[in-house]
C-alpha cells in the first residue's frame, strides 16, 4: 500500500466528514492519534472541543443554537489506564465500558453498535485504540457501516497493527466525498507519513481541511517510555 502525504490526501476531499489518524513518529519515540471533525449544517458547525479530565468532548459553541444534540454531542477522546480510545461518536463510551470490564475487547465491545442512524447516509462509526505499556505501541482500529447503503445489514470491519511502524500511520475518515447522500469510507485505513512534531502535525491538519466545513482538531503525542502526553485543540468557533 502506497505511503500517502496527509496534506494532499484531504486538500483532495473537501468532506471527509469525521476522521482518525493513529500512528508513530518518525523517530519512533512517539505515538500519536488525531481527530478532527468537519459540519455542513449550522447545528454541526456551532461546536468545540473541550477537554474532559485526560479526554476531550464536544460542546455546543453557542447553547442557544443548539438543535438536536444526539449524532454531534459526545466524548471523542477517553483514557482506559494504558489504553486511548478515540472514536466519531458515543461509541468512545460503549468501547471504554466493555474493555473497563475486563471482558470484552475492542472487537467484542463494538458488536452491540451500528452505523449512524442518519438516513440516508448512515455515517460510519469509525473507531481507534492505542495500547502504550511497557515501552511497546500498538493500535487497532474499526469501521462500522451499511452494507453499500442498505440499513438492513451492517458491515464490520477491524484493523490491527501490532507493532506500529515509526514515521507510518493509518488514517480513516467517514466519507469518500461531498455528495447527496454521503458515500461511506471504503478499504483498508489509508497508510500516510506522520510528522515527527506536534505543533506540525497540527499545522498541517488544520491548514489543509477544507475552510468552509472544518470544524475542531485534536491531536495528541504520546511517549511510549513514559506514557507522557502532549495535547493540542484548535476550534474554528475560537479562532
Known sequence: MELLNLEKELKSNSYPGRGIVIGRTKDGT???????????????????????????????????KLEDPSLIIYAPVR?????????????????YDGMGAGKLTFEQSLRCREFEPDAPNYTPRISGVLTVENGQFGFEMSILKSANGNPEACDRYTYSYENAVAGEGRFIHTYMQDDN???????????????????????????????????SLFVRYIDIVTGAYETRIVNKNQK
Do not use: H
Not at 505515538?31 to 479526554?55: C, K, L, P, Q
Not at 483514557?79 to 468501547?95: A, H, P, Y
Not at 447522500?181 to 471504503?186: A, D, G, I, T
Not at 502535525?201 to 470544524?215: A, G, I, M, P, Y
Open 181 to 215: 447522500p454521503l458515500p461511506s469510507f471504503e478499504g483498508e485505513p489509508k497508510r500516510v507519513a506522520i510528522p515527527d512534531a506536534i505543533d506540525a502535525c497540527t499545522d498541517l491538519l488544520w491548514s489543509s481541511l477544507n475552510e468552509d466545513n472544518k470544524v
Open 79 to 95: 483514557v482506559l489506564g494504558t489504553k486511548t480510545i478515540v472514536t466519531n461518536g458515543d461509541q468512545t463510551d460503549t468501547i
Open 30 to 64: 512517539k505515538a500519536v492519534t488525531a481527530y478532527f471533525i468537519m459540519g455542513r449544517s449550522g447545528n454541526s458547525r456551532n461546536r468545540v472541543f473541550v477537554e474532559d479530565g485526560e479526554g476531550i468532548r464536544t460542546q455546543a459553541f453557542d447553547p442557544a
